[in-house]
């Protein structure tokens, strides 16, 4: 059973989808992630791609978030992310939306301020994903983008604009935070 790490949900209990479908982030490795995210936020809008369980971007309600966008097209999975929200009561700060996640990113245009992707990693198709979310300008100036992946997948430390601020290595799993580049970046 996965758990919320921190914030005002803390230690509630969320239900897992299949895990033939999906490779849940473990809670290990979601906490690693949120410390090196900064902890805790003071609003702003996420996205989560691939969202399985929606446990990242629960996390990031949690955390402080005002809004999330919760992509997925199997329906197991829309159906236990709505589940999982009905029982934290977080409806009002959501959306759960079943639908392929490029074609997503092709047709909305909300600005985020952090996006999170989990995709299975046999798709490989980061950059795809990277290059949707900068020609539609999806990500805020100030927003980070956090690429879920096996820890064998190269990526580039820079990408058209995008500088790798933070790279974490945790068993099998590696998490690439990116940022646009710019003097003075937080991280490097």
């Given amino acids: 059973?996965?758990?919320?790490?921190?914030?005002k949900y803390r230690s509630r209990k969320l239900k897992e989808v299949d895990r033939e479908l999906t490779r849940p982030t473990t809670d290990k490795n979601k906490e690693v992630l949120f410390n090196t995210l900064g902890q805790y936020f003071d609003g702003g809008k996420a996205l989560d791609l691939f969202a399985g369980s929606g446990s990242l971007g629960i996390e990031a309600i949690?955390?402080?978030?005002?809004?999330?966008?919760?992509?997925?097209?199997?329906?197991?999975?829309?159906?236990t992310i709505a589940e999982n929200l009905h029982n934290l009561k977080v409806n009002e700060k959501?959306?759960?939306?079943?639908?392929?996640?490029f074609m997503f990113l092709q047709e909305t245009d909300v600005k985020y301020d952090l996006i999170m992707a989990d995709p299975p990693y046999k798709l490989d198709k980061y950059l795809e994903m990277l290059d949707i979310i900068l020609s539609r300008q999806l990500l805020?100036?100030?927003?980070?983008i956090v690429l879920e992946s096996s820890n064998e997948t190269l990526l580039p430390e820079e990408y058209k604009g995008l500088i790798k601020c933070k790279e974490k290595i945790l068993g099998s799993t590696k998490f690439s935070l990116y940022e646009y580049k710019k003097e003075g970046n937080l991280w490097k």
Avoid: P
């Avoid at 059973?1 to 914030?7: A, C, E, K, N």
């Avoid at 978030?65 to 329906?75: G, L």
């Fill in 94 to 101: 959501v959306k759960t939306i079943k639908k392929d996640v």
């Fill in 140 to 144: 805020k100036m100030s927003g980070i």
């Fill in 62 to 79: 949690s955390r402080g978030m005002d809004y999330c966008d919760f992509v997925d097209k199997e329906t197991i999975a829309v159906k």
């Fill in 1 to 7: 059973m996965l758990r919320i790490i921190s914030g």
